[in-house]
């Protein structure tokens, strides 16, 4: 969206830019309030903000799925 880091954490009611550098860095992952508002401000949704967590959240969990689902049973979903 063309945002300075200090307008983006201005954005999110951050004081400074550390917290903003450290989410873009990978340093921490933000809070799920944190995570919504930074989806509205650059308009792109969460999960592709965080692809490395949304894909390593997605493996774990089809493969879960696929753990659960009973002989002859296809996809649980």
Same mark, same amino acid.
């Given at each position: 969206?063309? @945002? ?8 999110? *009611? ?13 340093? +921490? ?7 919504? +508002? ?9 999960? @592709?903000? @965080?692809? *490395? ?18 002989? *002859?049973?296809?996809?649980? @979903?």
């Amino acid at each position: 969206m063309g @945002f300075s880091q200090k307008q983006v954490a201005r954005l999110l *009611g951050h004081r400074d830019t550390s917290m903003v550098s450290h989410y873009e860095h990978g340093r +921490a992952a933000p809070p799920l309030r944190v995570a919504l +508002a930074l989806e509205i401000v650059l308009r792109v949704p969460v999960a @592709f903000l @965080f692809p *490395g967590i949304y894909d390593d959240l997605k493996r774990r969990i089809r493969s879960m799925e696929d753990e659960l689902a009973g002989p *002859g049973q296809g996809q649980l @979903f």
